[in-house]
């Protein structure tokens, strides 16, 4: 069977885009995660459909992921296919003001690209390390941008297997939410539009803004970004901070010193650290505060 699903994925994608039980710490920004059963990254929408198909053909469980900067994967790995879209599948076209991208490409690259071409509009993604499909899904956002704000249409694979294309309204973008995430949809391309812009000021903002990271964010630890979403009324990182849990840790994992906001993992974490620490954290700041803390990460195979 596994032989089988091999074979049939090779034949989709080619031998150098399918890896047998590859380890996907090397995948996410957390660097945690065990091996993912069959690790594949196509180059075509005509890839993605036919792996998406065969998945569904012959039961197989399917996880896109785009830069692994948003999601803790469990010590046992994953069961299935991860189709993995960062590097394969990142294309891009630039017309005027309107950027065409797939879904892989990487928004701090994209954001690179439309100060080269005098763009504004994505400053506020110069520094979120993910692709263009795991921004969308997640509607990321920062200092008073998010994707919502540029972002006119996309193209996604919807459940049933239809190539569709959704209108700014269709999108539903919410607060790290949109109808992509709640309908189980694959982002396939993505078209922004910006506006002409003064590249010097494009230029400052993007600087002003990767200061503010180096000082308020624990960038030299690995970490999937903000742990948890922002509780209506609060801020996650200060509830935690009020608490008294900055540093506190459990093996590898530890809630920022810097900023409690983020779990880091200070070196070996495994998920299990992780799960430990952020259920520990959400059980206090609810005896403590009284408030639920939801996980913005998403979980893959725990
Ligand atoms: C240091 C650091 C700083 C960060 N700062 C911010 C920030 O300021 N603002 C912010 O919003 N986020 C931030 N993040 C989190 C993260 O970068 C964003 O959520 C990003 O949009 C995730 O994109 P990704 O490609 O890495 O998605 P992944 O982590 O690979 O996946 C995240 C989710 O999206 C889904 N997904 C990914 N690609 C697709 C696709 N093509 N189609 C359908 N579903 C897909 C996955 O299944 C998963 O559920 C930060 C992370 C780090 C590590």
Not at 114 to 124: D, I, N, V, W
Not at 221 to 241: D, N, Q
């Amino acid at each position: 069977m596994s032989d089988e699903i091999v074979t049939r994925l090779i034949n989709i994608t080619g031998k150098d885009n399918v890896r047998i039980n590859e380890p996907m710490k090397n995948h996410t920004t957390f660097k945690i995660g065990g091996p993912a059963q069959y690790y594949v990254t196509p180059e075509s929408v005509t890839q993605i459909q036919e792996v998406v198909s065969l998945c569904r053909d012959m039961n197989i469980p399917l996880h896109v992921i785009g830069n692994g900067s948003n999601i803790l994967v469990g010590d046992d790995g994953v069961d299935g296919v991860v189709l993995a879209l960062f590097n394969t599948f990142s294309d891009y076209e630039i017309k005027d003001n309107v950027i065409t991208a797939q879904a892989g490409m990487s928004l701090i690259k994209l954001a690179v690209i439309a100060l080269r071409e005098g763009l504004t509009g994505l400053e506020f993604a110069s520094g979120i390390p993910g692709s263009v499909g795991g921004a969308v899904y997640m509607n990321a956002g920062a200092y008073d941008g998010q994707m919502k704000d540029v972002v006119t249409s996309v193209t996604v694979l919807d459940e049933a297997g239809n190539i569709r294309i959704l209108g700014r309204d269709e999108l539903d973008m919410g607060y790290r939410t949109s109808a992509v995430a709640k309908h189980n949809m694959i982002v396939l391309q993505v078209i922004i539009e910006l506006k002409a812009g003064n590249k010097e000021q494009i230029k400052d903002r993007m600087n002003q803004l990767s200061e503010l990271r180096k000082q308020k964010q624990p960038l030299e630890y690995p970490s999937a970004g903000s742990t948890f979403k922002r509780p209506e009324g609060y801020f996650a990182g200060k509830l935690i901070a009020d608490a008294g849990l900055k540093g506190y840790s459990i093996g590898g994992a530890a809630v920022s010193e810097k900023h409690a906001g983020f779990v880091v993992n200070m070196g070996g974490a495994t998920a299990k650290d992780v799960v430990e620490l952020t259920d520990y954290i959400k059980k206090r700041i609810m005896e403590q505060f009284g408030v639920t803390l939801e996980l913005e990460v998403k979980r893959i195979g725990l």
